[in-house]
């Protein structure tokens, strides 16, 4: 068996079908579907039953999918194993953070893999909570940080700490309270990201336990876009206090801390619960976990607005 036809099919098993396979993987869709076909017959078996929305497997496809993935991982720990020799841990891992924690960890993320593992390779890819959950299902990332994971069987996840989200308007339309309570920020118009982002869902269920829906002015699925409008005044925001305090022109802004009760998500990292994580992925995940928890020993705080 080819390494790589196992790879093809464990992808499109994984995501259900041809085509997004097709685009994780970044090859033509036909090139995709005659290595798995390839496959099928070297085997002998039938893995994939196709049908107009996808893919199901078959018991055999079943059962080469558990030993596929374990073949993979030792190929890994092999490649790992002789990296060691030389006395170092190599391979390629691949770790997601969400915006606002992309801007402080990956300087020192990247200097850390340089010390510590030189032979390793570190790619870091920045993205929305709900994006970062679906690229380690896909097996696109290895580790990643996420808000309010929800229970899976595809991701074992970790909390590392509970962060409070702030409301945060311009500057200069501050009302100079030091907080607001949540059922006040139903009166204000939002700018916010479309479900099912972690912040927006957060939003409207502890509103709605409030009997509040929130008034959405503008749905943007990102943080710079979002800090951009609010801004320009088109509404205020619900963030975090990093995705604030890392703005590039943060003295527009006015946070103050959401409270009765107090909005807060979980920050946890994730992993694959389907793949064995090699020991240079452990080590990553432990460099990572280090570094949040840095990060609350000397919290950054939210910078008060510059004078007009």
């Known amino acids: 068996m080819d390494l790589k036809q196992l790879e093809y099919f464990i992808r499109v098993a994984e995501l259900g079908g041809f085509t997004r396979a097709s685009i994780a993987l970044d090859i033509a869709q036909p090139a995709l579907s005659r290595q798995v076909r390839q496959l099928e017959v070297e085997l002998g078996h039938t893995l994939l039953i196709r049908n107009g929305r996808g893919v199901t497997l078959t018991e ?181 206090r990093n995705a604030v305090d890392t703005a590039e022109r943060r003295h527009l802004f006015h946070a103050v801390p959401i409270v009765d009760p107090h909005l807060r998500a979980r920050l946890a990292v994730g992993v694959s619960a389907r793949r064995p994580a090699t020991l240079t992925q452990q080590a990553m995940q432990s460099v990572v976990r280090e570094l949040v928890s840095t990060l609350l020993e000397n919290p950054v705080t939210v910078s008060e607005p510059a004078p007009a």
């Open 60 to 240: 055999s496809g079943k059962q080469l999918l558990e030993h596929a993935r374990g073949i993979l991982y030792q190929v890994s720990r092999t490649r790992e194993e002789l990296g060691r020799v030389s006395g170092a841990l190599a391979g390629r891992v691949a770790v997601g953070l969400p915006p606002c924690f992309a801007k402080i960890l990956t300087v020192p993320l990247t200097r850390a893999v340089r010390e510590r593992m030189p032979n390793a390779t570190l790619s870091i890819t920045e993205n929305l909570s709900t994006s970062l959950h679906e690229s380690l299902v896909s097996g696109r990332l290895d580790i990643a940080l996420l808000y309010n994971p929800p229970a899976s069987a595809d991701i074992e996840s970790t909390v590392l700490l509970e962060e409070n989200f702030y409301f945060v308007t311009r500057a200069q339309d501050s009302d100079g309270a030091d907080s607001i309570p949540l059922r006040d920020v139903a009166n204000h118009a939002l700018v916010i990201p479309t479900r099912p982002n972690t912040i927006r869902m957060l939003v409207e269920t502890e509103l709605a336990r409030l009997s509040k829906r929130p008034r959405i002015a503008l749905e943007i699925d990102g943080i710079a876009a979002i800090l951009d409008l609010v801004a320009d005044g088109a509404g205020a925001a619900v963030l975090s």
